[in-house]
């Protein structure tokens, strides 16, 4: 599936990429319709539809991501909704042996996230996914989302590595085409990024199911 000689450079999102979806649908999904049908005494199928609603609206956006963005539309405190799910926070199958793999391998390894980093201190202490890559990029840290030439731009202008040898791995096909449009060379996408859901349509984008794919040609 991948030439590996071709590429130094692996930037890897982070939920429903490494990490299972069904923490963050279980929050999204569920915790967080639940929380603020109570909190406006509206019905739950009603608060449910009120915030896909938005979601939509914002799809895309950098407010989207944004922890304070949702406090301040919900009034709910995002970080301990979250903190609610933990124990269904991990690793996609064969994830951190990937992760392992790419280090033995002398990959520069770099997960690009648009995860608020409120998000990503919530996860920390679960994955320590800090220790296992080279760094840990959100979005935020440079004020545009991933689907904005202006994150690749930022990141380009951030880290060195070289577009055209770099190999990008996301569950979401409009990321997936900005990176294309920047001129990143080799772009996969996953079709599984939640265990408990069946495969995703990866609209044409060469696709995965289970790193042990990857793993054959890089160990």
Do not use: C
């Not at 109570?38 to 199928?45: A, D, E, F």
């Not at 800090?130 to 990141?155: M, R, T």
């Amino acid at each position: 599936m991948i030439t590996w000689q071709s590429i130094d450079t692996v930037l890897l999102d982070m939920d429903g990429t490494l990490l299972d979806l069904k923490y963050d649908n279980q929050v999204w999904s569920q915790l967080l319709p639940q929380a603020y049908a109570k909190s406006r005494g509206i019905p739950l199928q009603q608060a449910g539809d009120d915030l896909m609603a938005h979601m939509r609206q914002i799809l895309g956006s950098m407010n989207f991501y944004r922890f304070d963005y949702w406090r301040d539309f919900t009034g709910l405190d995002m970080v301990h909704l979250h903190q609610q799910a933990t124990g269904l926070i991990e690793f996609l199958p064969g994830a951190q042996a990937f992760l392992e793999a790419l280090v033995r391998a002398n990959k520069s390894t770099i997960v690009v996230t648009n995860a608020d980093r409120q998000s990503l201190q919530v996860k920390e202490p679960v994955l320590q996914l800090a220790s296992k890559v080279d760094k840990v990029i959100s979005s935020h840290d440079y004020g545009a989302p991933k689907e904005e030439h202006a994150f690749w731009q930022a990141l380009k202008d951030d880290i060195a590595f070289d577009p055209s040898r770099t190999l990008f791995i996301d569950d979401t096909p409009r990321v997936l085409e900005a990176a294309q449009k920047f001129g990143i060379g080799h772009l996969l996408a996953v079709a599984k990024p939640d265990s408990q859901r069946a495969n995703r349509d990866t609209l044409g984008w060469q696709s995965f199911d289970h790193y042990d794919q990857l793993l054959a040609n890089l160990l």
